[in-house]
Antibody, heavy 118, light 110 residues
Framework: EVQVVESGGGLVQPGGSLRLSCAAS????????MHWVRQAPGKGLVWVSR????????TYADSVKGRFTISRDNAKNTLYLQMDSLRAEDTAVYYC???????????WGRGTLVTVSS | QSALTQPRSVSGSPGQSVTISCTGT?????????VSWYQQHPNKAPKLMIY???KRPSGVPDRFSGSKSGNTASLTISGLQAEDEADYYC??????????FGGGTKLTVL
């Protein structure tokens, strides 16, 4: 089955760190760009970050630049998001999305919830 | 990276047509033909409905169509059905390898 499954969410204190994972299966992971998108409770979708197929090129939303790092391991078919210096406003469901190198998401995971609170 | 502007809500009766607008700038919607639309039911993952302004993935009913004029993209749903009730989001390439979403539109089928 073609799918991506996020994991690694949880409760973390402000200023803390968390690493999210997105495990891909059923397709050739290394052929696709991947993105992280987040959705705060009751709010809309917000693009967070993107990585190219080989992992050599990354971009970030201004709101997370310098705090979050996107990476991938094509041998393990896994996408990561290292989140440091977390703030209350980072609280959201984080989705990973597959991009066929065309600036849209043709496959989404079910998301993982990150809660930043003391 | 300002969010694209969408109406907060739209509504229509079964069988009718509705159009959801998505307004950006010449730096995003108006500058590229990389506009996509997503449907999201409560507590579910988003689903791709339209890409490249007007292309429909396989499996998406032809009741869903997309278009663009200047800095505004539109999603039209014809022959409204109860299952179309959901949140809809537009998304556009915004240059410098970044994307931007709209704020979302809640569609109510009366």
């Amino acid at each position: 089955e073609v799918q991506v499954v996020e994991s690694g969410g949880g409760l973390v204190q402000p200023g803390g760190s968390l690493r999210l994972s997105c495990a891909a299966s059923g397709f050739t992971f290394s052929n696709y760009w991947m993105h992280w998108v987040r959705q705060a409770p009751g709010k809309g979708l917000v693009w967070v970050s993107r990585i190219n197929d080989g992992g050599s090129s990354t971009t970030y939303a201004d709101s997370v630049k310098g705090r979050f790092t996107i990476s991938r391991d094509n041998a393990k078919n896994t996408l990561y998001l290292q989140m440091d210096s977390l703030r209350a406003e980072d609280t959201a469901v984080y989705y990973c999305g597959r991009d066929p190198v065309a600036w849209y998401f043709d496959l989404w995971g079910r998301g993982t919830l990150v809660t930043v609170s003391s | 990276q300002s969010a694209l502007t969408q109406p907060r809500s739209v509504s229509g009766s079964p069988g009718q047509s509705v159009t959801i607008s998505c307004t950006g700038t010449s730096s995003d919607v108006g500058g590229y033909n990389y506009v996509s639309w997503y449907q999201q039911h409560p507590n579910k993952a988003p689903k791709l409905m339209i890409y490249d302004v007007s292309k429909r993935p396989s499996g998406v009913p032809d009741r869903f169509s997309g278009s663009k004029s200047g800095n505004t993209a539109s999603l039209t749903i014809s022959g409204l059905q109860a299952e179309d009730e959901a949140d809809y989001y537009c998304c556009s390439y915004a240059g410098s390898y970044t994307l931007v979403f709209g704020g979302g539109t809640k569609l109510t089928v009366l």
